[in-house]
């Protein structure tokens, strides 16, 4: 399974971006995928993660509310809109799936692939 993830950039706080995780070499429809984020100088944190069905996907604290994840099987991609950015949102962004169900653990991931950079300006 090989995952990208893309959309990152330079915003400034309060704007928005779409993050794209597209999968290949398995469908996305039998993943799990979860959105991780590490910031310079802090350990890898969880973001968001959806079930390979699409339904009552999981958020941390820090972005529930705000990020939105979604998926397209057919285009064997996930989403992660992010509204209302903040400074504190700054990182690089790295999608990984697993074959089951999704969990917040970094650690019960199998398959991870390169980061994309978001970086929030105040």
């Known amino acids: 399974v090989q995952l990208q993830a893309s959309g990152g950039g330079l915003v400034q706080a309060g704007d928005s971006l779409r993050l794209s995780c597209a999968v290949s070499g398995r469908t996305v429809s039998t993943n799990a995928v979860g959105w991780f984020r590490q910031a310079p100088g802090k350990e890898r944190e969880f973001v968001a993660a959806?079930?390979?069905?699409?339904?009552?996907?999981l958020y941390s604290d820090a972005v529930k509310g705000r990020f939105t994840l979604s998926r397209d099987n057919d285009k064997n991609t996930v989403y992660l809109q992010m509204n209302s950015l903040k400074p504190e949102d700054t990182a690089v962004y790295h999608c990984a799936a697993r074959t089951y169900y999704a969990v917040s653990d970094h650690n019960r991931y199998e398959y991870w692939g390169r980061g994309t950079l978001v970086t929030v300006s105040s």
């Open positions: 959806i079930n390979n069905s699409g339904r009552t996907p």
